[in-house]
């Protein structure tokens, strides 16, 4: 009964009929709708707020209030599947690899005018990390990986399809946590500042193409980002690691 209820009250908040902020009816209300129980009924809201649908407040002013579907929850669990499977680093890498010049070539024939302008402040953003500053080894480099991965969620957000945006967020976190530990190997003899820098001038050659609408150019340039930056976030040694969320 609990998860039926689940069911329904999910319906109603993905087809718009409770908005984000808004507060379910009183618990008492919902139970004679329902013709359950008080425990049935926050069994039911114990199923929603796992999925990050509801938040329930508790106390004399509490309630269950409806929250926007998060993709991390989702993305935690489609983790959680790539690393039961046995699924490496270098298969999550070749599928970015798959998915992003894609994005790029979309973005290119639909641009537009505040998409370019987003991009560019992303940009700036991250030449301010390394230009802006007196000492540019200061970079932190979680605020670089950060500000970067913006970046690419613009090339993908921006695409113009939503199921390919979408299908992308799922690998987003499994990236994310693997670019923590990797981005930090910018800062060893091996690398240097020079690094931000190239990658600046990969992402500004990146807009410039699709500001010219140039979708085939777009596409061959950013699978060519891609590869060279995986040479360093995802070296040899590393490429065969297995997905691990639970480091």
Known sequence: ???LIASRLRGRIVRGE???GQSLPPE????????????????????LEAESLINVRRGARGGAQVMSPDPAVAARYVGL???????????VYEARMILEPAAAA???RRRTSQDLEDMRACIEELREMVDGRSDPVATDSVEWSLAA?????????????RTLAVQAAMLREVISRHLAIAVSRLFDPVHSPADFRNAIRS???????????????????WRRHLEVTATF???KDDSETVVDLFQ
Not at 81 to 91: F, M
Not at 150 to 157: G, K, P, T
């Open 1 to 3: 009964m609990a998860e």
């Open 18 to 20: 409770l908005g984000e």
């Open 28 to 47: 008492t209300e919902l139970m004679e709708q329902f013709g359950v129980s008080r425990p049935t009924l926050r069994e039911a809201f114990r199923i």
């Open 81 to 91: 599947l790539l690393q039961v499977d046995r699924v490496t680093i270098g298969d």
């Open 106 to 108: 979309m973005l290119a």
């Open 149 to 161: 991965q913006r970046f690419h969620n613009l090339v993908l957000d921006r695409a113009g399809n």
């Open 203 to 221: 992402y500004t050659k990146l807009v410039d193409l699709v500001a010219l609408s140039d979708a085939e150019a777009a596409e061959q340039h």
């Open 233 to 235: 976030l995802v070296p």
